[in-house]
């Protein structure tokens, strides 16, 4: 079985987070990305129905193909970048199964170890004068690598995408933060989330597999008051959703979190500010 390799995911996420950050990017190309989604059925299904793979897995696979794939971003970066990069990238196919033996994974941590081991604080100029001049093989390497192994790393898309899927939903205002950006990108037709609501998504019950997935990501504990609901879970549902329907919120994993019966009540079909999921490990004094 190929591996996660965990510096990859953890840049993977890293990027994903500049990418929904970026009001640019964010407002277009995420939305005619999701759209190829959407379009597939008749009615735009990740907003009617529940889909295992929702959302935030269309979201990886997105971010996984610009983060491996796209030249442009190499434009912007710099030579030390770049060859961080496919130190990262190497670490990726191997752990991928791809044999550290390959002529270009050879080639190419040949070049990184060689600028690993001439790195001198002392004179950095002559580090950067001499990556600087490498600027070519770098590109070089690059190309090299994802056209050999363009197979294999579209092979590896799902399994980091569901990754990067993982990481995000962990995070319950990352979720609520890109639930939010569904509908002023427009999936709803509607950018005021204070104006009239829109009701064309449809109340569906929520399948099992989402359900454990937020009892477990919000620690049986009310995303609001913090009580603890565990015992409470099997005779009531207490998934609410973050950003109601009655408002454009979409029928995904993203737009869930878990409320006791009297949050749940009390919030009805108002937007609430979200709470971290994310316990606090060390009290800290502020
Ligand atoms: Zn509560």
């Known amino acids: 079985m190929p591996q996660i390799y965990t510096p990859f995911a953890l840049k993977l996420h890293a990027y994903g987070l500049m990418r929904v950050l970026d009001p640019n990017w964010s407002g277009l190309d995420l939305f005619d990305f999701l759209k190829r989604y959407a379009r597939k059925r008749e009615t735009p299904y990740f907003f009617h129905h529940f889909e295992e793979r929702g959302i935030l897995f269309h979201l990886g696979l997105f971010i996984f193909e610009e983060f491996v794939n796209c030249d442009n971003r190499f434009e912007i970066q710099d030579c030390e970048d770049l060859a961080w990069y496919l130190d990262t990238l190497v670490g990726f196919l191997i752990a991928g199964e791809v044999s550290p033996n390959d002529k270009w994974i050879r080639r190419t941590k040949t070049v990184t170890e060689f600028f690993d081991s001439i790195y001198d604080a002392s004179n950095e100029e002559d580090y950067y004068r001499r990556l600087d001049r490498a600027r070519h093989t770098l590109h070089r390497l690059y190309d090299e690598i994802t056209i050999t192994h363009s197979d294999k790393i579209k092979e ?131």
């Not at 639930?179 to 099992?208: C, H, M, S, T, Y």
């Not at 995904?252 to 316990?279: F, G, M, R, W, Y």
Request: glycine share 4%.
């Open 156 to 286: 590896l898309a799902s399994a980091y995408a569901a990754n990067y899927s993982d990481r995000v939903l962990h995070d319950r205002q990352l979720c609520a933060f890109i639930a939010q950006l569904l509908i002023v990108i427009g999936f709803n037709g509607n950018d005021d989330l204070e104006g009239n609501p829109q009701q064309w998504v449809r109340r569906k019950n929520i399948p099992a597999w989402a359900k454990k997935a937020i009892y477990s990501r919000d620690r049986g504990k009310c995303a609001i008051c913090n009580t603890d609901i565990l015992f409470e879970l099997s005779e009531n549902d207490h998934i609410d959703h973050i950003i109601p329907l009655a408002r454009g919120g979409c029928n995904d994993i993203v737009n869930l979190q878990l409320l006791c019966q009297k949050c749940n009540l009390k919030k009805s079909d108002t937007l609430q500010e979200v709470t971290s999921s994310i316990p606090p490990y060390i009290a800290r004094r502020l």
